[in-house]
């Protein structure tokens, strides 16, 4: 294999791992907003009302976004220094 190729297979399953986890979230937290419109009386759909489900995405979006970024770019850079 070539130099550093492990390394950006890594890098690849860390993409594929952390955007899977990241829509496995989105998935619940989307089942969790069906319930609370269709009527069930679940504590949760009291606390994430109006701006606080929004904000919840977005920070996740964000934060997994930078996530991803930091973690490719610390192991590709970590490989171009060897």
């Known amino acids: ?3 550093g190729s492990i390394q950006i ?3 690849f399953i860390i993409i594929f ?6 829509l496995y979230v ?11 419109e269709k009527g069930y009386k679940l ?7 109006g701006f606080t489900f929004v904000g919840l995405i977005v920070l996740l979006l964000i934060g997994g ?18």
Do not use: H, P, R, W
Request: proline share 0%.
């Open 26 to 36: 989105f998935d619940s937290l989307n089942q969790i907003s069906m319930k609370c």
């Open 43 to 49: 504590e949760i759909c009291n606390l994430l009302k």
């Open 9 to 11: 297979m890594i890098s």
């Open 65 to 82: 976004l930078i996530g991803i970024i930091a973690t490719v770019a610390y192991i590709l850079f970590s490989t171009l220094s060897k």
């Open 17 to 22: 791992v952390a955007s899977f986890s990241l």
């Open 1 to 3: 294999m070539a130099k």
